[in-house]
């Protein structure tokens, strides 16, 4: 049984920084492509960052050089690191686990099978 739980948002103040965690339980971070996903009120959820098994990593126009995703994978737990946070950063944000190691499209969300319950970010 897989389980991915999001931990780590909250409300900070625009230029200020969060870091979520994803752990997952039941799948092997290493092994498989990891990504985080956020959805703000009135909009479709958009992918943010994700993360191959080999380390290969890709971000979204608006969060690069702010954002970097990791993977713990002793712990099997995934990580997003968010400074220089704007307002417009604001949702719930999605950790996800796909059976594939990598992904043609890190950002395709049918091809995650998992998804954790999501953790909210407001930025003030």
């Known amino acids: 049984h897989v389980q991915l739980v999001e931990s780590g948002g909250g409300s900070v103040q625009a230029g200020g920084s969060l870091r979520l965690s994803c752990a997952a339980s039941?799948?092997?971070?290493?092994?498989?492509?990891m990504g985080w996903f956020r959805q703000a009120p009135g909009k479709e959820r958009e992918g943010v960052a994700a993360?191959?098994?080999?380390?290969?990593?890709i971000y979204a126009v608006s969060v690069e050089g702010r954002f970097a995703i990791s993977k713990d994978n002793a712990k099997t737990t995934l990580h997003l690191q968010m400074n220089n946070l704007k307002p417009e950063d604001t949702g719930m944000y999605y950790c996800?686990?796909?059976?594939?190691?990598?992904?043609?499209?890190?950002?395709?969300?049918?091809?995650?099978?998992?998804w954790g319950q999501g953790t909210q970010v407001t930025v003030s």
């Open positions: 039941g799948i092997a971070a290493s092994d498989h492509c």
């Open positions: 996800a686990a796909a059976y594939a190691a990598s992904l043609d499209d890190g950002f395709g969300q049918d091809e995650y099978n998992f």
């Open positions: 993360i191959d098994s080999d380390g290969s990593t």
